[in-house]
């Protein structure tokens, strides 16, 4: 999907120049490509074991999980904000999944000595809204009191992670196995269910991925996003509802953070409360490598899953290669930066074609 | 008294050439020391060029400029700054979180062995300078906490501290008031004695004969009169900035005006400076009707703009359209009962620079080419196309960025994006501002033939000229206050009498 779509935009944008600029700005353009198929060739090649269908299974797993809560990074940053918050949002969501599989809602607190319990839907459903009611908070602390996008999701990070550990004291929810009677013993199949052949995380990858990439060009709530994060101002005036789109972008935020949660748990058939540490970062440098601009207004999703990828081979790569984990953090920043720069190398190629056309 | 008003700095044959326009032509421009040097003209006459060039922010395309008879050539304000020109500029450059002498020092700043500040040197110097000034502002102040006039004061000790012996001021009193004015009137006679040649410019004629001893008129960036002070009326001034041979305007068309179709009743919006930015205002529009609403900068009518299309969420007053009243809230609602704004600042507020021709056009009819939540791309871009050929705006392709277009095809865009919405009334905020002579006369002709289809139209404007040509009615506006309407075919003069309030006032001092 990418691929195609990058080059055909790029195509539109270059028009007839057969020139050395425009063969450059196309690779450019499609640089986070080029880069995942330049890293999945070295490994090809430098990793033993690194082409086998079981090792691209596990990567695929991995993957999923950063690139859906980069999907939801990718419009709040394209809106011009930022969410910080994602990754308690992530460990909040997989307590609360761990506490209902193992004990229901104990209806004690209102003097009725009767727990109720929910079957696997019911507990998704649930977990769902919890976050997304997380990233309506986040939305409103910043619309509605003016709190800076960056300060109101710090808050929210630490209020998330301290909810979780109140949750279980810090301890661990441990054999998340549900219980038959119940309906709740399908718990596990989120995690490690599959589906032709493909993880059921993958399949809810490709899922939210698609449907987010048909919001953001296809609706005019997409359209809006873009307006709203490349000028708050202008898109007001044009009657651009600007708080109702903020808010949008945090809740969906929340909901792909809740979609994380819920795979962990299930995966791992436990709940920790310090799952999805420093998630939040991982997001944003996948939106970020896939091309999505901090100031906002630029960004698509193809581009961030992509970004995604590139980040979740390099890692499994250099561990199948034994490389410290030391030097991973090192060259996954690095690689970071590197694309940033190449990112305003070519903003501005790309600007001076566009006035060389016009002048033409 | 040319003995007693050296010449300081002249510019022989100045040219500036700007991408697109000549700014300048050949300009012979002296500026006398000890005297206020007036300088005037309309919007684009060249007024501000000709400042920055003094001021080192711009450079000479040809020509020369020679301080006490040596020729000079400034590389930038910091240059110009050495040889002693400083220059306060209309929007005010001062940091509100640092405090008076602070700022006054920026850049410049005193210190020991080049590291320290010296804070207690900076302070008494500042004090010193706010004596000269007879202001009775404490060094250690935040600027924040001051008056718009105070801040403008410490604007001018900044100069003043880099030893200005030139001193430019670009519209100062456009944001003060009353008593501010006469608090930097004292000012400025203070510096007028003590040597200074002060360059000043501003829109309000009374104030320009009352302070000053030349007078230099700019139009079309030719000088068109210069001479002392002594004898110039209001009615000499007019002439040579709007001359005799008018610019092309498109013929007011013969077409009936239909019933009123808009109206505002008693709207005011409260100043955070005290007393009403927009004060009590009502009017009327007819369909087909182009109404102008004329007046100087900070008369309230871009505010009376905003507050029509919902900005201001403290206005009060009503809203009508086609006799009903509006009571939507939002820009959304407006737009949807047939309101459509062409804001003033383009950049900022018209258009998202970084999205497309096509995305910018269609930004507010998005529901248009909506089924359900699906968007039709196809229905947009035929849309936008459509557009695009009735505009007659040139591109490339519709897929460019809207910043890769000029300031004329831009503006283009931004009223494309307002007809899209198929809008009753069209509020348009000094629609030819920063566009070349060609794109304005289109852009006038396409308001004619808007309202010759029937639209309603009221758009604001600094340009006498321009609000005399193109209106079927002239309002005019001044402290918030409606303070004159006049038929199409009234005299600049009169125009002008009302925009300026206090010139009776001032005349009879």
Known sequence: ?360 | MTEANPIGLSIRNGSKIYPGTQALKNVDFDLRMGAVNVLVGENGAGKSTLMKIIAGVEQLNGGTIEIDGQQVVFADKTDAAKHGVGIVFQELNLFPNLTVAENIFVGHEKTRAGIHIDSQAQRSAAAALMKRLEQNIDPDTPLGNLRIGQQQIVEIAKALAENARILILDEPTSALSAAEVEVLFRVINDLRKQGVGIVYISHRLEELIRIGDYITVLRDGAITGSRSMQGVDIPWIVANMIGSASKEFPKTGDHELGQEVFRVDNVCLPSPAGGYAVDHMSLSVREGEIVGLYGLMGAGRSELLECIMAQHPNSSGQIFIGGKPVKEKSVSGRIRRGLALIPEDRKRDGLVQIMTIRENLTMSSLYDFTRGFHLSLKAEAAKAAEFVKRMAIKIASLEHPVSSLSGGNQQKVVIGKALMTKPKILLMDEPSRGIDIGAKAEIFRTMRRLAADGLGILFVTSDLEEVLALSDRVLVMANGRLTGQFPAGASAAEVISAATPNLNRVETQ
Request: contains cysteine; hydrophobic residues 55%.
């Open chain 1, 1 to 360: 999907m990418s691929s195609i779509d990058a080059s055909g935009n790029a195509k539109t944008v270059i028009g007839g120049h057969k020139s050395r600029t425009s063969a450059l700005l196309l690779l450019l353009h499609m640089r986070t490509f080029v880069a995942l198929i330049l890293v999945f060739t070295f490994f090809a090649i430098a990793a033993p074991n690194f082409l086998t269908t079981g090792n691209m299974l596990i990567i695929s797993k991995h993957v999923a999980l950063n690139a859906i809560l980069a999907i939801g990074m990718t419009f709040v940053i394209i809106a011009g904000g930022i969410d910080l918050s994602v990754g308690s949002i992530v460990g909040l969501c997989a307590m609360v999944a761990g506490y209902l599989v193992l004990y229901g809602i104990d209806l004690g607190f209102v003097g009725v000595a009767y727990s109720v319990q929910f079957n696997t839907i019911e507990i998704c459903l649930i977990v769902l809204v919890v976050g997304i009611f997380i990233g309506w908070i986040n939305g409103m602390l910043i619309t509605k009191l003016n709190v800076a996008p960056f300060i109101a999701t710090l808050g929210i990070l630490y209020v998330a992670r301290g909810s979780a550990l109140l949750f279980s004291e810090g301890r661990t929810f441990p054999n998340l196995s549900g219980n038959p009677e119940y309906g709740s013993d399908t718990f596990r199949v989120i995690g490690s269910g599959t589906f032709l052949g493909l993880p059921v995380s993958v399949w809810i990858m490709v899922v939210v991925a698609l449907g987010a990439a048909y919001l953001a060009t296809r609706t005019p709530l997409g359209r809006h996003i873009y307006a709203v994060g490349g000028n708050e101002r202008g898109a007001a005036l044009s009657g651009v509802n600007v708080d109702r789109t903020k808010l949008f972008v945090y809740m969906f935020s929340g909901l792909c953070a809740a979609l994380v949660g819920l795979i962990i748990s299930s995966q791992l058939q436990a709940s920790h409360p310090a799952t999805g540490e420093t998630f939040e970062l991982n997001a944003i440098a996948a939106a970020v490598l896939g091309g999505t601009s901090m100031s906002g207004g630029r960004g698509r999703i193809a581009g961030t899953i992509v970004g995604a990828f590139v980040i979740g081979i390099l890692a499994d790569g250099l561990i199948m290669m034994g490389v410290s984990s030391f030097w991973q953090t090192v060259i996954k920043g690095l690689v970071i930066i590197a694309a940033v720069v190449v990112d305003q190398v070519q903003q501005k190629l790309q600007a001076r074609v566009v006035l060389q056309q016009n002048a033409n």
